[in-house]
């Protein structure tokens, strides 16, 4: 969702716990809001949320940086943690969502693993946009940042149309694809 860059923006400016709790509430709100059943509510704002920061938390780690509310850091020591975050992120979330899906549907994990990969796009969009909207708060002020947020929601919907063109895409070959069999065994 597009709430995924003010999420690692959050993270590079305050850490992970805010960013954790944030995800948990809008996690919770959307689940809610879908009247998804309560377990499925209970994975929406456990697995996102873990995932994020467990994967914030190696990145920082491991870069050595603090965030950037308490730290003064130079833009481009920002680009490696918030795209590994959002790197680890990816993978963090999308296998335990694939590993629920394959519980529920009877499916390999990898398979449905694989179909979900396309969206690790969707978070490095949302790293480059938090990277736009970090800087623009950080060093050139509120005013600056507010003026980052249209390209915020442009990235995401061009990432949102790029993915619905791709679905279409593999609807219409799945079509083509059962076209083609229900051909060749009527010839047969």
């Given at each position: 969702?597009?709430?995924?860059?003010?999420?690692?923006?959050?993270?590079?400016?305050?850490?992970?716990?805010?960013?954790?709790?944030?995800?948990?509430?809008?996690?919770?709100?959307?689940?809610?809001?879908?009247?998804?059943?309560?377990?499925?509510?209970?994975?929406?704002?456990?697995?996102?949320?873990?995932?994020?920061?467990?994967?914030?938390?190696?990145?920082?780690?491991?870069?050595?940086?603090?965030?950037?509310?308490?730290?003064?850091?130079?833009?481009?020591?920002?680009?490696?943690?918030?795209?590994?975050?959002?790197?680890?992120?990816?993978?963090?979330?999308?296998?335990?969502t694939?590993?629920?899906?394959?519980?529920?549907?009877?499916?390999?994990?990898?398979?449905?693993?694989?179909?979900?990969?396309?969206?690790?796009?969707?978070?490095g969009?949302?790293?480059?946009?938090?990277?736009?909207?970090?800087?623009?708060?950080?060093?050139?002020?509120?005013?600056?940042?507010?003026?980052?947020?249209?390209?915020?929601?442009?990235?995401?919907?061009?990432?949102?149309?790029?993915?619905?063109?791709?679905?279409?895409?593999?609807?219409?070959?799945q079509?083509?694809?059962?076209?083609?069999?229900?051909?060749?065994e009527?010839?047969?």
């Open positions: 969702s597009i709430s995924d860059t003010f999420f690692l923006a959050l993270v590079a400016l305050f850490g992970p716990a805010p960013a954790t709790v944030a995800t948990v509430v809008d996690c919770a709100i959307l689940s809610w809001r879908r009247r998804y059943a309560w377990e499925r509510l209970l994975f929406n704002i456990t697995g996102p949320p873990l995932s994020l920061w467990v994967a914030a938390n190696l990145f920082f780690s491991a870069s050595g940086i603090q965030p950037v509310v308490n730290a003064d850091i130079p833009p481009t020591k920002l680009i490696v943690p918030l795209l590994g975050t959002a790197f680890g992120w990816f993978l963090l979330n999308s296998s335990l694939a590993v629920a899906v394959a519980l529920e549907s009877g499916k390999n994990p990898l398979h449905v693993w694989k179909r979900m990969s396309i969206l690790g796009v969707n978070y969009a949302a790293a480059a946009a938090a990277f736009c909207l970090v800087i623009a708060t950080r060093y050139a002020g509120l005013t600056a940042a507010a003026a980052v947020l249209p390209l915020v929601f442009i990235f995401h919907l061009t990432i949102r149309s790029w993915l619905g063109r791709l679905d279409d895409a593999q609807q219409h070959i079509n083509a694809d059962r076209l083609y069999l229900s051909t060749i009527r010839l047969a």
